[in-house]
């Protein structure tokens, strides 16, 4: 075990295994120091845990614990491509938030996933952020998270 992985097993947090692709691409690519993630939805054991615009059928409250578990699963993506504990640095989050008219709380839905991410890795986890207002997302999916780290 190392740095993350032990920190991970400290907060009692699981990463799930790497979400399949819903269309032709791959979870993650490293390219140089750095790996993307694809957009991840919060999907747990295979299953979409919610539908629906954020300010509608989902609560603010709701879609902030799916962009948790987004950010699991865009973790998971990274610890299938590189390891976990490579990671260097959160770089960047981009989350997509599938609003109803009139919602504009994009930024507390997306502190979901920025909150764990400093949980799991302090100042290491500290990173830019775009939370974006969509019409729809894949599935229906109320939420999707993005990410580059920074690897060794």
């Known amino acids: ?12 947090i699981e990463l799930p295994e790497v979400v399949t692709p819903v269309a032709s691409y791959v979870p993650a690519v490293r390219t ?5 993630t694809a957009g991840q939805l919060p999907i747990v054991a295979g299953t979409l845990q919610a539908t629906g615009k954020v300010g509608d059928a989902v609560t603010p409250e709701d879609a ?3 962009a948790r578990t987004c950010t699991l699963n865009a973790l998971a993506a990274v610890d299938g491509l590189v ?4 990671i ?9 938030v599938a609003s109803a008219p009139g919602f504009h ?5 997306l502190n979901g996933a920025s909150e764990l991410l400093g949980e799991i890795f302090g100042e290491t986890g500290q990173h830019a952020r775009s939370a974006v207002g969509v ?3 894949p599935k229906g999916a109320p939420v999707e998270v993005e990410m580059i780290t920074e690897v060794v």
């Not at 075990?1 to 009692?12: I, N």
């Not at 390891?83 to 490579?86: I, N, R």
């Not at 260097?88 to 997509?96: L, S």
Request: no cysteine; proline share 2%; glycine share 14%.
């Open 1 to 12: 075990m190392g740095r993350w992985t032990d920190r991970l097993a400290q907060l009692g």
């Open 83 to 86: 390891g976990l504990d490579s």
């Open 32 to 36: 140089g120091s750095q790996v993307y």
């Open 135 to 137: 019409a729809e997302l």
């Open 88 to 96: 260097a640095r959160v770089v960047k989050v981009v989350g997509f």
């Open 105 to 109: 709380g994009q930024p507390a839905v």
């Open 64 to 66: 902030q614990r799916h």
